[in-house]
């Protein structure tokens, strides 16, 4: 009887010491990768307004989030600032994410891009299968621009809303993806472009909550 109770004991002691020590080992964070154009790198790293650092605060500290924008990124490998050629590309492969947003297609709306529009559901395709590939295997996000109330840098708004988009729609089926829909964050909500194009710190964070939600399904 006292030898069944020692055992208990020590039964006892060894799971609580157990579970103290797997309480106290930090778990792996989330690693998100960001991918796009100037709306996704804002001013950068350090422009705590940009979206993916506004996101890194929405989904707190279990997650890390890194900047993998470019400005002027185009997702056609035609285009004339193709992504696919552009060090963050490798950089964002390299940092072996857990999740992927790719936000591109402004910069392909510019007519001299937009003369390769057949190759954009192929080179989108492409890409999303090339990060579903890593070895750390990321859910793939894709998600639509947000809409255009100007023609500055020759970005077509009727390309983004009539082509692309729908275009995007078609990639998600092809490529078994989900869509964050952005264009509806920032729809009627000119005031938060200034430019017409970029959205500002406020709409910025419009962005970074609706893909926070997204991603955490909630």
């Known amino acids: 009887m006292i030898k069944r109770i020692f055992n208990a004991w020590l039964i006892a002691i060894f799971t609580t010491f157990t579970v103290a020590a797997s ?20 001013g950068g790293a350090r422009d705590k307004s940009s979206y993916p ?58 007519p001299w891009n ?7 559901i192929t080179d989108y395709v492409e ?13 793939v996000w894709i998600a639509y621009p947000v809409p255009a109330y100007s023609s500055a840098w020759g970005i077509s708004g009727e390309v983004i809303t009539y082509e692309i988009i729908p275009m995007i729609d078609e990639i998600a089926k092809q490529a078994d993806v989900k869509v964050i829909d952005l264009y509806a964050t920032l729809s009627g909500k000119q005031e938060f472009l200034p430019d017409g194009i970029h959205p500002e710190a406020n709409g910025k964070k419009l962005i970074a909550e609706t893909v926070a939600k997204a991603i955490r399904g909630k």
């Open 114 to 120: 937009w003369e390769f529009k057949d190759d954009f």
């Open 53 to 110: 650092n506004q996101l890194g605060i929405a989904l707190g500290d279990k997650w890390t989030v890194e900047n993998f924008g470019v400005g002027g990124a185009t997702l056609l490998k035609s285009g004339d600032n193709p992504y696919w050629n552009l060090a963050r590309y490798t950089a964002a492969q390299q940092y072996q994410p857990n999740v992927v947003i790719i936000k591109l297609g402004t910069n392909d709306s510019k």
């Open 127 to 139: 890409i999303i299968k090339n990060f579903k590939n890593l070895d750390s295997k990321p859910t």
């Open 23 to 42: 309480a106290a080992e930090p778990s792996t964070p989330i690693k998100v990768a960001c991918v796009g154009d100037s709306i996704t790198f804002g």
